[in-house]
């Protein structure tokens, strides 16, 4: 009756009992999976969900991973340089142009 718990139950006695990583090279009956997760795409997530409820209640977008031309102009013509695609993009609209502040999220350990 027990049955469909196998799984569960295997991967618990390998943690209670210490194995794992040790012993990944090993072959054996024991079945096991990855679970991988991209930190550096869940923190940029992370960070977007944060600033965006912050300004939530002012009169600014959030944007997350949106291309703009508007950020990196040339010095000398005032013009557009290149396009770029900041992690979280904040724009107000305001009188004239609209105001822009790009934020690049990194996670380091």
Known sequence: LNEHYGDPHALAWLILDGLGTRDVLVTGETNCFAFLIDMNRLFEMFAFRLVDTLVAKADVRVHYQRADRSIILN?????????????????????GAPTRLAIDAKYKL
Not at 75 to 95: K, N
């Open 75 to 95: 010095a000398s013509t005032g013009q557009p340089y290149a396009r770029v695609i900041p992690d979280i993009l904040l724009e107000r609209r305001s009188p």
